[in-house]
């Protein structure tokens, strides 16, 4: 083949590197027009290829719009641009001889060594299969092989032996703090080893299945995606994160339609009747002005199991947003129901232990440890109706799976009568409702009722269903 021949065809695989890129982070809810893109194409002609760290970094600088998307942009990048093909040339998979010197390498916090260590690891490791449809690579197993966690109290005695450190705890006080700040680096190290193998592992599956399909099913999705049903601690503690972020946003959207309220309707009959002295023209829209009154917001929120996360995210979301409403007050349950919007606000300071000092302090139980819609719903109805009125819009968060007792329909059913708005947010799927325990179609009968999975899908119904 000629060398413009070559040329067109690298220009070509070039094209379709980048428009693949593109549309695998489309496809992970990344907004990016056609500007971006071009501008990304410009960035790859002033970088070139030669270094694929300045390549990334001026991606993503034309690309991403926040610092959110970061995390699903590394991992479709390296598999758009990978550092290479194919498994490494030097290394064996022998596990006793690769932990001595990922021991040393974590010792030296040396990144390059990492790197070419989680390649060895996966190519001698990590193989599975020898059909073409097999993935034929898995982070997971080299990583339960190799076991780089246990890893740490070597790291730290070869890193103490290197510096001349002494004995753990040997400084008093100040040893003690130093020792914690060395191990929290050397978990570090060792999570960052661990990206390394996944990335690795992904590469070289989608050498074989496509980068397409794994861009579109091994990604990991970002904090707003993610389902809460199945969020883990990490992805919670990210989400928390983005609360305030997100409120902003939220709020900001709150006061434009307050704005857009506040200017009123046209008032059709009025119009009309003014227009008879301009022969029926309507010259001088009348508008039907409205004063927008704060409203009130009630939440009961399940804080049961898994559903925990959902209904922790969602209060402080709320409590984000506190100065949008005259009232808020906020109630938590599993079978009893107790007010906790005092302990919300002081979870403003340590968001990731409210939903332990709800469940210390609030009296969220009875005869047993399982929910009870119906048993908690009756009681706020009893206790609590009060709080309750025409100008209240009251969210209930939770799954509706009542352990296939009384889902108590009659206390829903007079409490949406006195509120102005009523709905009910299930963070399950919408084709789960209805079975096995779940009463969501019951409730589903008398108020509102949207699924709502993930942080993008709340933070829409927010600004939708919020009153103004």
Not at 104 to 132: F, I, K, M, W
Not at 286 to 307: A, I, K, M
Request: glycine share 12%.
């Amino acid at each position: 083949m000629s060398t413009g021949a070559d040329a067109r065809a690298g220009l070509a695989d070039l094209a379709d590197r980048l428009t693949g890129l593109v549309g695998a982070l489309r496809a992970h809810g990344v907004r990016i027009g056609t500007g971006e893109t071009v501008d990304a194409g410009r960035a790859i002609e002033a970088l070139g290829l030669a270094e694929r760290e300045p390549l990334r970094e001026g991606l993503a600088a034309t690309l991403l719009h926040g610092t959110g998307q970061r995390a699903v942009f590394d991992q479709v990048f390296d598999l758009y641009f990978p550092r290479g093909t194919g498994g490494p040339e030097t290394g064996s998979g022998d596990r006793d001889e690769l932990r001595e010197r990922l021991a040393a390498a974590l010792a030296d916090d040396d990144t390059a060594l990492l790197r070419q260590l989680a390649a060895e690891a996966v190519n001698g490791l990590g193989g599975y299969g020898s059909s073409p449809g097999s993935d034929g690579w898995s982070s997971y197993q080299t990583l339960d092989r190799l076991r780089p966690q246990t890893l740490l109290a070597r790291v730290r005695a070869d890193v103490r032996a290197r510096d001349g450190v002494g004995g753990r705890g040997g400084g008093g006080g100040d040893g003690e703090f130093t020792d914690r700040l060395l191990d929290d680096e050397i978990r570090r190290r060792i999570e960052a080893f661990r990206g390394m193998v996944a990335a690795e592992a992904r590469r070289r599956v989608a050498e074989r299945r496509g980068r397409d399909e794994i861009a579109r099913r091994a990604v990991a999705p970002s904090a707003d995606r993610v389902d809460f049903l199945f969020a883990g601690r990490d992805q919670l503690t990210e989400l928390r994160r983005t609360v305030q972020p997100l409120a902003r946003k939220l709020a900001t959207r709150l006061a434009a339609r307050r704005r857009r309220a506040a200017r009123g309707t046209i008032d059709l009959r009025r119009t009309l009747r003014g227009s008879l002295s301009t022969g029926g023209v309507p010259m001088r829209p009348v508008l039907r002005r409205r004063r927008p009154v704060r409203p009130e917001l009630v939440l009961l929120c399940d804080v049961s199991g898994s559903v925990s996360g959902f209904s922790d995210f969602t209060m402080l979301l709320v409590q984000a947003l506190h100065d949008q409403f005259s009232k808020v007050r906020v109630f938590a349950f599993v079978n009893r129901i107790d007010e906790v919007t005092g302990l919300l606000e002081h979870g403003r300071a340590d968001p990731e232990g409210l939903g332990a000092r709800i469940r210390a302090e609030a009296t969220l139980t009875g005869w047993h440890g399982s929910s009870d819609y119906g048993m908690a719903l009756g009681e706020f109805a009893e206790r609590y109706g009060a709080a309750v009125g025409p100008r209240t819009t009251v969210f209930v968060l939770g799954d509706a799976r009542t352990n296939n007792l009384d889902p108590n329909l009659a206390a829903v059913r007079n409490l949406a009568r006195q509120a102005r708005r009523f709905y009910w947010l299930n963070p399950e799927q919408r084709s789960l409702w209805g079975t096995g325990d779940s009463a969501a179609p019951d409730y589903a009968e008398l108020v509102e009722m949207h699924e709502c999975r993930t942080a993008r899908q709340l933070s829409g119904l927010i600004a939708r269903l919020l009153p103004v």
